[in-house]
C-alpha cells in the first residue's frame, strides 16, 4: 500500500497527475472518436439551449445533466473498444458482445435525453 502511495502521491500531487490523466483522456477522445466528437459538438449547442429554456435550477440541472451523461458514457464505450481492440484484431464472441454493449449504453444515453428534455419541454 505504502508503494503504491509512493507512485499515486497525495494531496495535491495526486490531484495535479489526476487532471493531467483526465486532459489526456478528453484530449485523446476528442482527437481519435468522431462519435465524441458529434455529441460534443451537439452539446456545446444544447446546454446554453438547456440554460434558456429550463425554468427551474432543477429542469436546467436535469437538461444539461442528461448532455453530460452522454459524453460520460461515450468515453466509457471508447475506453471498452480501447480494451478490446488491445487484446487483438480476430473476431471473438465476446468481444462483440462488448462493443455492442457500449453501443446499448450510448443509445439509452440518447434516450435519456429525449425523455428529459421531451418531459421538461412538452409538460
Keep these: 500500500m505504502i508503494e503504491q502511495e509512493k507512485y499515486n502521491g497525495t494531496g495535491i500531487v495526486r490531484l495535479r497527475r489526476a487532471l493531467h490523466c483526465s486532459y489526456v483522456g478528453l484530449t ?7 462519435a465524441f466528437r458529434q455529441e460534443l459538438l451537439v452539446c456545446l449547442i444544447l446546454i446554453p439551449v438547456a440554460c434558456w429554456l429550463g425554468h427551474t435550477n432543477t429542469e436546467r440541472a436535469l437538461l444539461v445533466g442528461s448532455l453530460l ?55
Design 28 to 34: 485523446t477522445a476528442y482527437r481519435n472518436e468522431e
Design 69 to 123: 451523461i452522454l459524453l460520460i458514457i461515450e468515453i466509457l464505450n471508447s475506453a471498452v473498444e480501447a480494451v478490446v481492440d488491445r487484446i487483438g484484431p480476430e473476431r471473438h464472441e465476446l468481444s462483440g458482445l462488448a462493443k455492442d454493449l457500449g453501443s446499448a449504453a450510448v443509445f439509452l444515453a440518447i434516450v435519456l435525453i429525449v425523455v428529459v428534455w421531451s418531459l421538461i419541454l412538452f409538460t
